[in-house]
T-cell receptor, first 117, second 115 residues
Framework: EPEVTQTPSHQVTQMGQEVILRCVPISNHLYFYWYRQILGQKVEFLVSFYNNEISEKSEIFDDQFSVERPDGSNFTLKIRSTKLEDSAMYFC???????????????FGEGSWLTVV | DQQVKQNSPSLSVQEGRISILNCDYTNSMFDYFLWYKKYPAEGPTFLISISSIKDKNEDGRFTVFLNKSAKHLSLHIVPSQPGDSAVYFCAATAGWGDSWGKLQFGAGTQVVVTP
């Protein structure tokens, strides 16, 4: 079964450092997402991306965050200057299309644990 | 933000019996609902979904029921198996345009299937 892959699986970084989390979405998918889950909290939407631009973003996704599709396969989330409260599991996700058409859904990667110290 | 609620943090069920997980929502704009299963340190795995035009969707051992008037959905797993032990998340979205991928998740229900 095709899957979304993420690297690294775990990263420890010092406060104030830049972090890039990488994702390879499912190959025929066109819509890409980042979500995060802070320990003990709900999974939260961060951003959606289509056709090389942000489609939708949440209040969490401030100027410290950016996303990019640098080539035909990778999708990255950059946190410019990490804060302690950025410590979370970050999930990349993708879907083939928008909307609940037959067979369409959102598939998630395994996640990248980010620990900011 | 409590648009999607899973009020039972945990559920214990015997192997072979039915597991029933519940989810309530408050946003009447939601029209597509999904259930995900998650093991520790892994990403959510899609299980089953339902559109608001239906009231039931079935896939193997998994059935999701939607009651729009009550803003309630439930996931039935029959029969429950030890490998079903995981956290189950209910998620919802308003199925239009760019907002479709903006899933709102519940807090999850930890299911433990005992022998």
């Amino acid at each position: 079964e095709p899957e979304v892959t993420q690297t690294p699986s775990h990263q420890v970084t010092q406060m104030g450092q830049e972090v890039i989390l990488r994702c390879v979405p499912i190959s025929n998918h066109l819509y890409f997402y980042w979500y995060r889950q802070i320990l003990g909290q709900k999974v939260e939407f961060l951003v959606s991306f289509y056709n090389n631009e942000i489609s939708e973003k949440s209040e969490i996704f401030d100027d410290q965050f950016s996303v990019e599709r640098p080539d035909g396969s990778n999708f990255t989330l950059k946190i410019r200057s990490t804060k302690l409260e950025d410590s979370a599991m970050y999930f990349c996700a993708s879907s083939e299309a928008l909307g609940s058409i037959s067979g369409n859904t959102i598939y998630f990667g395994e996640g990248s644990w980010l620990t900011v110290v | 933000d409590q648009q999607v609620k899973q009020n039972s943090p945990s559920l214990s069920v015997q192997e072979g019996r039915i597991s029933i997980l519940n989810c309530d929502y408050t946003n009447s704009m939601f029209d597509y609902f999904l259930w995900y299963k998650k093991y520790p340190a892994e990403g959510p795995t899609f299980l089953i979904s339902i559109s608001s035009i239906k009231d039931k969707n079935e896939d193997g051992r998994f059935t999701v029921f939607l009651n729009k008037s009550a803003k309630h959905l439930s996931l039935h797993i029959v029969p429950s198996q030890p490998g079903d032990s995981a956290v189950y998340f209910c998620a919802a979205t308003a199925g239009w345009g760019d907002s479709w991928g903006k899933l709102q998740f519940g807090a999850g229900t930890q299911v433990v299937v005992t022998p």
